[in-house]
């Protein structure tokens, strides 16, 4: 059973970058047909897709977000990251990162998610 783990800070100042590291067990990030995504949830707010690594290696973001975003991976800890730089209050939330099956732009399509994290933007 695959379990993922968010970690990171709670609290980042704007236009400072916002780094989260998702740590996963039960499966590797390199197996075939597995999508590592970040998404988030905004408070009052529904879902948000910020983007993929596939298993490939390749990534895929949301457009809105696509030029402060970037998500890499370390294979030999079996970990994905997310920064999203130049943050502002409007970034506040619940940061999640979850695996899917196939390339989805929709968070209903995840199956397996962690339990979220909360960060704040604030000065």
């Known amino acids: 059973q695959v379990q993922l783990q968010e970690s990171g800070p709670g609290l980042v100042k704007p236009s400072q970058t916002l780094s989260l590291t998702c740590t996963v067990s039960g499966a590797s990030i390199t197996s075939a047909y597995n999508y590592w995504s970040w998404i988030r949830q905004p408070p009052g707010k529904g879902l948000e897709w910020i983007g993929y690594?596939?298993?490939?290696?390749?990534?895929h973001y949301n457009p809105s977000l696509k030029s402060r975003t970037s998500i890499s991976r370390d294979t030999s800890k079996n970990q994905f990251t997310l920064q999203l730089s130049s943050v502002s209050p409007e970034d506040t939330a619940v940061y999640y990162c979850?695996?899917?099956?196939?390339?989805?732009?929709?968070?209903?399509?995840?199956?397996?998610w962690g339990q979220g994290t909360q960060v704040t933007v604030s000065s």
């Open positions: 979850a695996r899917g099956r196939k390339p989805s732009l929709d968070p209903n399509e995840y199956s397996d």
């Open positions: 690594i596939a298993y490939t290696g390749s990534w």
